[in-house]
């Protein structure tokens, strides 16, 4: 197949057994913080967390309380939230302790998909604040999922969490544990998996699918590995100019889910 044109009709798929019990892997169950305004404000707006401890600052009380007037922060000292996070944790004064989300399997994400969704998949991108990032501009952009491998994912730490802005809330971060399989998966239910490679000779605006997408992006510096470029339908660039080749996979999924949602 072609990776710079979509065919006018997608070919015959191989039939590849679905392996379901392998589409998701259970998240850990121990509580974990949450802390920034914005992440704090989104978690307590989501009736599927379960809320452990809310602690604030008494500078931060009130803001807090203009975010969420049904909240019942706890009055600390900055120092006891700082003890709490990781060193270095820009928290605003605000953290909270909540039980993990239950995160959809990739099957449940596609039984839920409309005719022109789109599906933000990671290969190997490891990086808490890229993959925060890339949540936001999912939820900006009306993406249903970002999926994530398993192997050197961080899972949904409080660092994605204040990274994403909210966007953990609205956005379901997948895991998987073969990508490969994953993309399989995608194909099956008719979704155009399509890479982002620069040195692909068409870009994106060019050869962009109409229907389902999965947009496939890969990790710094290495890009998408082999076996996953052998899995996607279609190689495209993003048109950067000299002297930048390439951009921040955060940012190069921000520049492509915009493309996608204008398309």
Known sequence: MSRNKPPAKRPQRRNRPKRDEESRVPAARESGWIYGLHAVSAALANPRRKIRRLIATPEAVEKLLRADPRSHPEKVARQEIDAALPPGAVHQGVALLADPLDQPALEDVIAGAGDRAVIVVLDQVTDPHNIGAVLRSAAAFGALAVVQTERGAPGATGIVAKSASGALEAVSLVTVTNLARALDTL?????????????????????????????????????????????????????????????????????????????
Request: with cysteine.
């Open 187 to 263: 194909q099956q239910a008719d979704f155009w998996c399509v890479g982002l490679d620069g040195e692909a000779e068409r870009t994106l605006a060019e050869t962009a699918p109409s229907g389902r997408v999965a947009l496939v992006l890969g990790a710094e510096g290495k890009g998408l590995r082999r076996l996953t470029r052998d899995h996607c339908d279609l190689l495209v660039r993003l048109p950067t100019r000299p002297p930048v080749s390439s951009l921040n996979v955060s940012n190069a999924a921000a520049v492509a889910l915009y493309e996608l949602n204008r398309g």
